[in-house]
Structures are given as structure tokens and as C-alpha cells.
């Protein structure tokens, strides 16, 4: 399906439910989250494991995608999980998965229509010309620092913490799960790194900093085993650079989720957000192996 769509923006803002409805395993746990500002359904997915018996042993992951407006590449990589999942009726583990494949609905579809590099999500603010609000600038934990307060900002952070319908309705649909989960992925694109938090900070350490570390590098190396792509493995403030608000910090720093982690994907720089269509299955080929030895060595512990 994947392949024969590509990135439509169909799949994802109009069809995504009814691609669902015909994976009998999925649809039953199909649910929206909430309403983007312009009222799109938020879509979460629950994929429970093959083994139900262990899954409260195992405990859960979190995939969100699609934050981003312009990072197409992202909502692509989840839903090839997805695919994954119902498929080869391939739980990892005895993980439950759930997965967010489009955060920003509003947004991606305004890239497709409008402007290919829109960011924010569509609010419209008291500035015309300038809407939308960073939806990774939103998040209350260290909420303002790295981020802009200005409106017509790429990153905006929005009025206050949570003022978007999008990062509320995430907000809420992790705290009801926060006590199962265990990893945290945010997809993001580009630049092939693996960020670990802090984000907001470059003179703290994050609580299991060195944990973070080795089992990010698990993914890395068994991401680079596909393809031979290379992911670093990279502190966010440190080694990009300093943003408070995002998803990451919030789900270690307020939730106490242990493994939280920024994915951007391909590529390095060369086409950037335009990515050509024909990364979108060898790229989410190797995050598909990254993430399963990730959780198999987080499920070790
Ligand atoms: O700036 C971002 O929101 C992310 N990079 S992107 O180019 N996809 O926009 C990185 C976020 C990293 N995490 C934190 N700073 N907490
Ligand atoms: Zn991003």
C-alpha cells in the first residue's frame, strides 16, 4: 500500500481509517485521540502483542509522528510500521505498540496544498500572515527556553503550555498510558540522528543518560545493518541545538518515561525535506530493525 501511494496525503488525512478498517487486528483499537484546530481526527493505534499474557511485563512504546508538517518522511515511517505489525502479525515482543502516525494533520495537508515547507500546526493567530504554533515548542516542561514567543516564528511556542488541541490531546492520550510506557520515539526528519534529552538544557544530564546511549546505539547498529545508513547517536541540546518543549523532554521529565528519544530520519542534508519518494521503504526498513532491537534489549532489562 505503501508503494503504491507513497506519501499521499490521502492515506493519512482522509483514508487512513478506512486502510485500518481492513486490518481486522487493528481496527479494534483504532481510536481518535481528538481534533486538530481545524476539527481532523487525531488518530492513535494500539497493537497489542501476539502474547497477551506478558504484555504487562513488557510495557509499551510510543510512536508519534508527523509533528512536523513537512516532514513527510515521518508519517511514511509509521505507517510502515503499522504494516509491519498487522502483517506479519509482528508484535515486537510483548510490547504493546502505540502508534500516533499523524500529529499534525492540519499542517501536512497545508504542505501539500499551500506551502511544501510549512512546520507549525494551522492556528490562527493575531497576527495575519503568521499562524500556526510549533507543536514541539508546546509542551510544558522548561516550556519557553530555545523557543520563540513571536508569532511569526518556525518555532513558536504557542500562547501558553498546551494551547493546541494536538499537543493536549497527545498530552492526554500518553498520561493514560504513561505507567506501561517504557520508550518514547518522536519522528522527525532530517539529518539521520538519534537524539537523546535533554533538549532543553546543554548543562544538565538526563536521568539514565548512559542507558539511553547503549541502547540507542543498538538501534543504530542494527538500523545500519539494513542499509548501511548511518544514524548518530546524539545529545539534542549538546550536539544540535537548544529547544524546550517538545515531546522527548516532557514524556522523561514529567511522565518518567526512561528511554525517550527524537528520530530524524533521512537523509543527511541532500534533499532534506523533499526527500525522494524512493527512501520511503529502505528508510523505514532500517528504523522497522532499529526499533525491534531496541526493544528487545530494553525488554532484557
Ligand atoms: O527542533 C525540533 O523540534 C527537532 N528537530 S526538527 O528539525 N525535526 O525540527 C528536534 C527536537 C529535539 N528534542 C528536543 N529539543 N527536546
Ligand atoms: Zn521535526
Excluded at 511569526?152 to 492526554?172: H, I, M, Q
Aim: aromatic share 10%; glycine share 8%.
Amino acid at each position: 500500500l505503501l508503494q503504491e501511494k507513497g506519501v499521499s496525503r490521502e492515506i493519512l488525512v482522509e483514508d487512513l481509517a478506512t486502510f485500518l478498517e481492513d486490518h481486522e487486528r487493528l481496527s479494534k483499537r483504532l481510536t481518535s485521540i481528538g481534533k486538530s484546530f481545524e476539527n481532523r481526527d487525531l488518530w492513535m493505534v494500539h497493537v497489542r502483542p501476539n502474547d497477551p499474557s506478558d504484555s504487562e511485563e513488557a510495557g509499551a512504546v510510543w510512536i508519534e509522528a508527523g509533528i512536523h508538517a513537512r516532514e513527510w518522511i515521518s508519517p511514511a515511517v509509521a505507517l510502515h510500521i503499522l504494516k509491519e505489525l498487522v502483517q506479519d502479525n509482528g508484535s515486537i515482543g510483548n510490547f504493546d505498540v502505540y502508534v500516533v502516525p499523524m500529529a499534525n494533520p492540519d499542517g501536512y495537508n497545508y504542505s501539500f496544498t499551500s506551502d511544501r515547507l510549512w512546520r507549525k500546526n494551522r492556528r490562527i493567530t493575531s497576527q495575519p500572515g503568521c499562524g500556526g504554533v510549533d507543536l514541539n515548542r508546546n509542551w510544558d516542561f522548561h516550556y519557553g527556553v530555545g523557543a520563540s514567543e513571536n508569532e511569526c516564528s518556525e518555532v513558536y511556542r504557542g500562547s501558553e503550555p498546551f494551547s493546541e488541541p494536538e499537543t493536549k490531546a497527545l498530552r492526554d492520550a500518553m498520561t493514560k498510558v504513561k505507567d506501561q510506557l517504557k520508550v518514547v520515539m518522536s519522528l522527525h526528519s532530517y539529518g539521520q540522528q538519534l537524539l537523546y534529552p535533554w533538549g532543553y538544557t546543554k548543562h544538565k544530564t538526563a536521568p539514565d543518560t548512559s542507558d539511553l546511549i547503549a541502547r540507542g546505539k543498538v538501534f543504530a547498529d542494527a538500523a545500519k545493518s539494513v542499509h548501511n545508513t548511518v544514524y548518530k547517536v546524539v545529545n539534542s541540546a549538546g550536539d544540535l541545538y537548544k529547544a524546550s518543549g517538545a515531546t522527548d523532554d516532557w514524556a522523561k521529565g514529567v511522565l518518567g518515561v526512561k528511554y525517550t528519544y527524537t528520530l530524524e530520519l533521512r537523509d543527511e542534508g541532500m534533499s532534506g525535506f523533499n526527500l525522494d519518494p524512493s527512501h520511503i521503504v529502505p528508510c523505514s526498513e532500517e528504523v522497522w530493525e532499529g526499533l525491534k532491537a531496541l526493544l528487545y534489549e530494553i525488554s532484557k532489562e
